[in-house]
Nanobody, 128 residues
Framework: QVHLMESGGGSVQAGGSLRLSCAAS????????VAWFRQPPVKERQTVAR???????YYADSVKGRFTISQDNAKNTVYLQMNSLKPEDTAMYYC??????????????????????WGQGTQVTVSS
């Protein structure tokens, strides 16, 4: 079992920054890739960024150059640094983990259906 807890959401003006954290507990040594998803109001869930067990990162085109996903293995925490925020970034942000992978894998699925653990979400609101 892996428990994920997001934090760091809030309200900012366009052009501002936020850093989201996703802290894992329960089975912290479980080999996993971690992804950030978001769900804007009245829209479908979107994949934002992913980091594999090898540390390979993937980004949605809409956030490339603005968002950075990183991990601190000592703290078992994954971060999403969000810069140059836009009103269209407004959404509930979720982190998710896919466990059962091997160390050094570059695979980290885009589809949320592939993830077996989810956090409760943190709201990000960007005003113009």
């Amino acid at each position: 079992q892996v428990h994920l807890m997001e934090s760091g959401g809030g309200s900012v003006q366009a052009g501002g920054s936020l850093r989201l954290s996703c802290a894992a507990s329960g089975s912290p040594d479980a080999t996993k890739c971690v992804a950030w998803f978001r769900q804007p109001p009245v829209k479908e869930r979107q994949t934002v960024a992913r980091i594999s067990t090898a540390g390979t990162t993937y980004y949605a085109d809409s956030v490339k150059g603005r968002f950075t996903i990183s991990q601190d293995n000592a703290k078992n925490t994954v971060y999403l640094q969000m810069n140059s925020l836009k009103p269209e970034d407004t959404a509930m942000y979720y982190c998710a983990a896919r466990t059962g992978l091997y160390h050094g894998s570059t695979w980290c699925p885009r589809s949320g259906d592939e993830y077996n653990y989810w956090g409760q979400g943190t709201q990000v609101t960007v005003s113009s």
